[in-house]
């Protein structure tokens, strides 16, 4: 593992740190407090001493002894900053891994290849439960829960990098026979239905894109279509595993999904960098389903459920 990746690994970073924080924290609870305790009984026994002696001798002492006594307790039983710190963070530290691991996690949409359905600049929620429960950090599915279904807009780890958190919609699952042609989807030898919107202005391009409705298992949704690309760029295609189960030409593709695997696409299809040109993603790259957006600084009306 670079050191570039477990920089970028938030979850390892936080992993770190409650493991950091949290035993000094038990460190603190079971022996540096016993400490400082022992050390502030002695204080106390001295300084009574002390004042016995003086007072028997005939000599005036402080007459608030007991401000006294209790300042230098508080002395002697603070805890050092590093230990005050640690204490103070382990268990804020320890919610958030909780929360993050297990679930919901946020992500912010850094590229347009899943407009119209998410923005540059979403904030979406992430539930990590859905797919089963697995372990923080390795991504070990533990728990099986629920499989990814048609239509869900999933994240995962890009196949060709690991470190990188992609998100696109599932459009076949395990078993499917998936063709893409003349930029319409046919699934199991059954086309998906679509519907005609407005045009929509891209605001990155700046270009009016094909609009559509698309009927995927059930689940409807919006994909934009650039008239000015080819429905596929061929030399794009990488190398992938299992990619003797798709066959391409200059008209589209057709994949038979393998076991244990998804085939993701972009509803900005014509400018979505996904399983038509890196492969299939398997089960262990899973983060979750995207369920909301609960953000958007630049257009706060976004808030809302994903589609």
Not at 2 to 13: D, E, K, P, R
Not at 32 to 41: E, N, Y
Not at 196 to 216: I, M, P
Not at 237 to 262: I, Q
């Amino acid at each position: 593992m670079t050191l570039q990746s477990i920089l970028g690994n938030f979850a390892l970073i936080l992993f770190v740190l409650m493991i950091v924080t949290g035993i000094v924290w038990v460190l603190d609870v079971f022996h540096l407090s016993k400490g400082r305790r022992a050390a502030a009984d002695r204080a106390l026994a001295d300084y009574d001493a002390r004042t016995a002696k003086l007072t028997a001798d005939g000599i005036q002492v402080d007459t608030n002894t007991t401000a006294r006594r209790a300042q230098i307790e508080a002395d002697l039983l603070r805890q050092p900053t590093w230990v005050e710190y640690s204490g103070s963070f382990f268990p804020v530290i320890a919610l958030v891994f909780v929360l993050r691991s297990f679930l919901f996690e946020p992500f912010k949409i850094p590229s347009s290849s899943m407009v119209p359905t998410l923005l540059v600049g979403d904030l979406i929620l992430v539930n990590k439960f859905t797919y089963g429960i697995r372990l923080p950090i390795v991504n070990q599915k533990i728990i099986q829960i629920n499989d990814p279904q048609r239509g869900d807009v999933m994240v995962f780890k890009y196949p060709m990098d690991m470190s990188q958190d992609y998100i696109k919609r599932v459009v076949g699952v395990p078993g499917d026979k998936i063709t893409y042609e003349n930029k319409r989807l046919t699934v199991n030898g059954k086309p998906v239905t679509y519907g005609a919107l407005d045009d929509y202005l891209d605001d990155e391009s700046l270009v009016y894109k094909k609009q559509f409705t698309e009927g995927l298992t059930g689940v409807e949704h919006r994909i934009l279509n650039d008239e000015r690309a080819g429905t596929l760029n061929l030399s794009d295609v990488r190398d992938f595993p299992h990619k003797d189960a798709c066959t391409y030409s200059y008209e589209g593709f057709t994949c038979v999904v393998p076991a244990g695997n998804y085939f993701m696409m972009g509803d900005n299809r014509d400018n979505s960098a996904d399983s038509r040109y890196w492969g299939f993603v398997p089960d262990k790259n899973i983060v979750g389903k995207a369920v909301a957006v609960w953000m958007n600084l630049s257009n706060p009306r976004r808030i809302g459920g994903i589609q």
